[in-house]
Antibody, heavy 118, light 107 residues
Framework: EVQLQQSGPEVGRPGSSVKISCKAS????????MNWVKQSPGQGLEWIGW????????DYAEKFKKKATLTADTSSNTAYIQLSSLTSEDTATYFC???????????WGQGVMVTVSS | DIQMTQSPASLSASLGETVTIECLAS??????LAWYQQKPGKSPQLLIY???SLNDGVPSRFSGSGSGTQYSLKINSLQSEDVSIYFC?????????FGGGTKLELK
């Protein structure tokens, strides 16, 4: 069974960074691109970017190029997103989601709530 | 970026009714469209991919259609468990973009 298990809620001070994880199981981690999606409170969904765990290649939405850094550890089948220079605009739930060409995001993590507060 | 416009933003319907949600792309996305269902406090779940293909395990009362820039999600015989927010998403061209969502409630 495919599962994407994300880390717990985070609280970050303005200007700081947080790093959240997404541990994959039930499939070959390097066979699928992992994406990250942001959902602000009561709002819609925004695509942040993807990482190909096999090669480490990444692509980001323009808006998130200076905000997010995607990495992956193939030894632990875990993808990470680091959010830097936190502001109140970064308060949101962040999801990881597996990408399948033609199917889009077929499996999602449970989401991680990031709260930016002083 | 391709803009995805969903309508209506909210919808109230009775059990057993048929509902339709529309999604309009700002350019031709060649059927590269997915629909997701998101229940409160949960992650989105894939319902439909490539405009009209039902994802594994999704009830057959859900169906998708459309082409070019216009797409729709239809739910036949509405059930109580269908109360959710529904999103469309294009995966034709990066950055992948989502519609604003349709909140479906029971009347």
């Amino acid at each position: 069974e495919v599962q994407l298990q994300q880390s717990g809620p985070e609280v970050g001070r303005p200007g700081s960074s947080v790093k959240i994880s997404c541990k994959a199981s039930g499939y070959t981690f390097t066979d699928y691109v992992m994406n990250w999606v942001k959902q602000s409170p009561g709002q819609g969904l925004e695509w942040i970017g993807w990482i190909d765990p096999e090669y480490g290649s990444t692509d980001y939405a323009e808006k998130f190029k200076k905000k997010a850094t995607l990495t992956a550890d193939t030894s632990s089948n875990t993808a990470y997103i680091q959010l830097s220079s936190l502001t109140s605009e970064d308060t949101a739930t962040y999801f990881c989601a597996r990408w399948v060409p033609g199917r889009s995001f077929d499996y999602w993590g449970q989401g991680v709530m990031v709260t930016v507060s002083s | 970026d391709i803009q995805m416009t969903q309508s209506p933003a909210s919808l109230s319907a009775s059990l057993g009714e048929t509902v339709t949600i529309e999604c309009l792309a700002s350019e031709d996305i060649y059927s590269n469209l997915a629909w997701y269902q998101q229940k409160p406090g949960k992650s989105p779940q894939l319902l439909i991919y490539y405009a009209n293909s039902l994802n594994d395990g999704v009830p057959s009362r859900f169906s998708g259609s459309g082409s070019g820039t216009q797409y729709s999600l239809k739910i036949n015989s509405l059930q109580s468990e269908d109360v959710s927010i529904y999103f469309c998403q294009q995966n034709y061209d990066s950055p992948w973009t989502f519609g604003g969502g349709t909140k479906l409630e029971l009347k």
